[in-house]
């Protein structure tokens, strides 16, 4: 009897162990950080196929999203299927496409010339047209391009994505190791 009793106490702490973590990690993963594994050019050279991210799903539950900051979102067109990209143009803005470069008017401004520093001097921004794009965004709207803008299918060719669909920010780039990464929430202004 007491072999028994033994397995039934040790059978009830592992239990207690497996429920204890469940309560701790499930919360974690699906209310605040979700793993994201890229795939495809589009983000590139910020973003490479196969790199492992750990998404901040809480932050925008406070704030808007901030231009400059890569998002993870829901597809429009497709919600089954998530989508990585910069965002650029806010709610309110202009955002204008001409001669490989890219205007933003925010709330009605002038446009001013967005200097992505993120980018190489050699990349160039194509519009719908190719070279010409001209897009006023409304409320909770968000105009999103990869950083790789010659094999990127973003707000260019599905438009502006709403903020319901965002998933969240990229928080951390944990693979591959040499590239480790934590990313801060500091915006871009023109």
């Known amino acids: 009897m007491s072999y028994l009793k033994t397995a039934l106490l040790f059978f009830w702490e ?4 497996a429920l ?13 950080v979700q793993p994201f594994y890229v795939k495809g050019a589009s983000m590139e050279p910020t973003f490479l196929d196969h790199d492992y991210l ?11 999203p901030h231009r400059g900051e890569v998002i993870v979102f829901r597809y429009p067109r497709d919600p089954k299927q998530y989508f990585i990209k910069r965002v650029i143009g806010l709610p309110g803005d202009r955002v204008v496409v001409r001669d490989g470069e890219v205007w933003l008017g925010e709330n009605g401004s002038e446009l001013k010339l967005y200097k992505e520093s993120y980018l190489g001097e050699w990349v160039r921004t194509q519009g719908q047209t190719p070279s010409y794009l001209d897009a006023v965004l ?10 790789n803008r010659s094999a990127s299918m973003d707000s260019r060719s599905f438009g502006p994505i709403i903020k319901r669909e965002i998933i969240g920010r990229i928080w951390i780039r944990g693979w591959p190791f040499d590239r480790w990464t934590v990313f801060n929430t500091n915006s871009i202004t023109i």
Request: charged share 25%.
């Open 20 to 32: 204890l973590s469940l309560a701790i990690i499930l919360p974690i993963r699906y209310f605040l």
């Open 54 to 64: 750990l998404i901040d799903e809480i932050s925008y539950r406070w704030r808007e």
């Open 14 to 17: 592992v239990m207690k162990v």
């Open 138 to 147: 409304g409320e909770q709207q968000y105009y999103v391009m990869g950083d």
